[in-house]
């Protein structure tokens, strides 16, 4: 059963400016291993968390931090959520996301949908 959708755009230009203007953002919002990613995977990144938290119902208080979007090779991203937003996931009986991202022409964009098992 679909518990929620969410879905975000990102200007990556934008994006990359307020990076720019805005000293330790990358480290408040990319996990370790996110950080060192080419600029349009980070901008694809913050669409996937922000598409993630509207899945979630966006709760006040959830760290971008606790999540992490990764791309493995031939296959669709996976969503590792520890803390915070792994604690929204259960409360909602998230077991299970699907999450497509895309970039071009200068926007990235992600969607991603959360489920549970029907009861």
Known sequence: M???VG????DIARFLATLERTPGLVERLFTP???DM???????RFAAKEAI???LGAPAG????DATVRRISGSAPEVELVGTVAARAAELGIDRWHVSISHD???ASAVAIAERDPA
């Open 2 to 4: 679909i518990v929620g």
């Open 7 to 10: 879905i975000d755009v990102v």
């Open 33 to 35: 291993e996110e950080r």
């Open 38 to 44: 080419p600029p349009t995977s980070l901008a694809a």
């Open 53 to 55: 938290a509207k899945a």
């Open 62 to 65: 959830m760290s971008w931090q």
């Open 105 to 107: 022409a200068g926007i």
